[in-house]
C-alpha cells in the first residue's frame, strides 16, 4: 500500500508563488506515473500536470502551461508542483495522485493512490 502526503499548501497573494510537495510511502514510487489535480468548491475534479516515472516526460493542463512545474526527486519518493504566478482562479484543494499502471494520465479515475489533499487559497 502506498500512502501520499501533501505539503505546501497556504494563504497567498495574486502574482505569489507556491511549492507543493507530495510525500510517498513505500518502495513502489519510482514505478509510479504521479499527477497533480485539484478541486475548487463546487466543482469538479480537475487534471493539473503530471510526470512519468523517470521524470522524463511532463503533462500540463492549459491554463497552467508557463506557470506551474512539476518535477520528482525518486530518491527521496517525493513529487513537487512549483506554483507561479498565482491567480484567485487557482483557488483549489491540491491533490496528488499515483498511478501503478499506463493509461491516461489526465483521468482521475486510472490512478490509483490519493493524498488527502493541500489547501491553496489565492488572494486578489
Known amino acids: 500500500q502506498v500512502q501520499l502526503v501533501e505539503s505546501g499548501g497556504g494563504l497567498v497573494q495574486a502574482g505569489g508563488s507556491l511549492r507543493l510537495s507530495c510525500a510517498a510511502s513505500g518502495r513502489t514510487f519510482s514505478s509510479m506515473a504521479m499527477g497533480w489535480f485539484r478541486q475548487a468548491p463546487g466543482k469538479d475534479r480537475e487534471f493539473v500536470a503530471a510526470?512519468?516515472?523517470?521524470?522524463?516526460?511532463?503533462y500540463y493542463a492549459d491554463f497552467v502551461k508557463g506557470r506551474f512545474t512539476i518535477s520528482r526527486d525518486n530518491a527521496k519518493n517525493t513529487v513537487y508542483l512549483q506554483m507561479n504566478s498565482l491567480k484567485p482562479e487557482d483557488t483549489a484543494v491540491y491533490y496528488c495522485?499515483?498511478?501503478?499502471?499506463?493509461?491516461?494520465?489526465?483521468?482521475?479515475?486510472?490512478?490509483?493512490?490519493w493524498g488527502q489533499g493541500t489547501q491553496v487559497t489565492v488572494s486578489s
Open positions: 495522485a499515483g498511478m501503478s499502471g499506463s493509461a491516461n494520465l489526465r483521468d482521475s479515475q486510472n490512478y490509483d493512490y
Open positions: 510526470i512519468l516515472r523517470s521524470g522524463a516526460s511532463t
